[in-house]
Structures are given as C-alpha cells and as structure tokens.
C-alpha cells in the first residue's frame, strides 16, 4: 500500500527504523476504511490484529455495568492500538469505534512475529507504547480514587487535550464535549462537572463556548493536578 501520509513514519511504532524498513513494515498492513461511527472491533472480541491509525480519530471506551460510557483513550495518526490482544492472544479489552471517517492499517499476528524477529526494534516500541500506557493508566488509578473533583476535571480535561479532542481555536483548545460526556471522562456525576467548570470559568481557566468547553490556561489546570 502507498501511504500518503507522511506522518507514519514518525510512528512511536517505527522509531529508529530505516525508511526502507518502515516500508516494509507498512506494506504489511492492511488498511481498513471506517465510516464515523462503525465499530472497529467490540470487547470480548477475538484479537488477532493491532492497528495504526493512518487517517481519522479513534475512540476507545467500555461500558459500566450501569450502561454508562467510560473512555479509555482517543487515537490520531500514527497511534497504534489493539496490542494488547495481539501480543496476549486474549479478548478485545474494549471497544474500539472511529469518531470520523478513519483509515486504520491492520497488523496481524503472524505477519507481527515475522516482522519482530526481522526487527527486534519493533517489539522494543510495542513494549514501550505498552509501558507508557501503563504509567498512565496507574496515574488515573491513583488521580481517581484519592483526589477531589478537581483534580479528576483538570485530569479529565488535560488528558482529552493530550489526545488531541476538538481543535485549536484563537480562544483557546475546544473540547466539544458536554458535561455529561465530561463526567464520563472524569468519573464523577455531571451535577459535579457543572459546579467544578462554573468555579473553573471564575478562575480563568476555562470558558464556555456553544460546542463544548474551551480550555484557557493550561498551566493553570496543570497546578491544579499537581497540587501546586
Ligand atoms: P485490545 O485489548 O486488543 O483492544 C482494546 C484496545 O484499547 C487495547 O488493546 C488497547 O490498545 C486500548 N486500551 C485499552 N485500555 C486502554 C487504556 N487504559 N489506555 C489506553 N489504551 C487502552
């Protein structure tokens, strides 16, 4: 496959590979076309495949046993995800559904452990995409089960502006998110989200805006996080 998008090869997959080389990996890969909305794969799932977004948003949620929706993760180009079933030959561990029209490029596992043993450098990024994960994931355990309400909305809102959720506007990052979405990120009742954003906008670090919430002072949300 040709990838027109050149932003691939800076892949955290493909650091310190050869451009050949990341050709090579690249023609490997199957790419898959989604409409906004489809389902990439759903949990519980077999997982024989990792992706690579070449193209589009993805989103990565579960569902509670009360049916609300809890985000993991937001993908853009050059995100890999669906590792974890590839490497542990386990279930989908969530869903998985393109946000936009989305192009993924699908690695499957045979094609994976040729590639590995060709290119040890290519187990050593999926090991350390895997461990990053994993640090972050122990910071929310921690942010969501110890902290206070603002803590879990600054963590919720910088972890969505990490992600790349919403654009760039002269005002400031757009989230276009409600509060009740955002009390799906954040782990916390909408009512909760409501009050914590009103402080926020008192506080400049946040204002509203007809699609959702624009983020003002990132540092500012930052302090809060730390507890500086
Ligand atoms: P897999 O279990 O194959 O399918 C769901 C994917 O979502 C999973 O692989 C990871 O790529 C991704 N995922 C699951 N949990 C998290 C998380 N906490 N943070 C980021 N990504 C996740």
């Known amino acids: 496959m040709i990838v027109s998008n050149w932003k691939l090869y800076d892949a955290s997959l493909f650091k310190g590979l050869a ?12 790419p898959r076309r989604m409409e906004a909305g489809e389902y990439i794969f759903r949990m519980g799932d077999e997982g024989v495949s990792l992706y690579l977004v070449a ?3 993805v989103h ?19 995100d890999v995800f669906g590792e974890m079933s590839l490497v542990e030959a386990r279930p989908r561990s969530a869903h998985a559904v393109a946000l936009e ?3 993924v490029l699908q690695l499957f596992a045979d094609h994976y452990r040729h590639l590995i043993q060709r290119y040890p450098l290519l187990a050593h990024n999926l090991a350390r995409i895997i461990a990053e994960r994993l640090r972050r994931a122990s910071e929310e355990v921690v942010l969501l089960s110890f902290e206070n309400a603002r803590v879990k909305m600054a963590h919720a809102l910088l ?19 409600t509060h009740k979405r955002l009390a799906n990120h954040a782990g916390t009742s909408r009512e909760t989200v409501t009050r914590v954003i009103r402080e926020f906008k008192k506080e400049g670090l946040v204002e509203d805006h ?7 002072d990132l540092e500012g949300l930052e302090a809060i996080l730390w507890g500086l």
């Open 60 to 78: 990565v949620f579960r569902n509670s046993l009360e049916g609300r929706e809890k985000s993991l993760a937001f993908f853009s180009p050059g």
């Open 159 to 177: 972890k969505l502006y990490h992600q790349r959720l919403g654009r760039a506007t002269e005002h400031g990052w757009l989230i276009p998110e």
């Open 210 to 216: 007809p699609q959702g919430v624009l983020l003002k």
């Open 19 to 30: 451009k050949n080389q990341v050709e090579h990996v690249l023609g490997a890969m199957q």
């Open 101 to 103: 029209d989305t192009v």
């Open 55 to 57: 193209e589009g948003r």
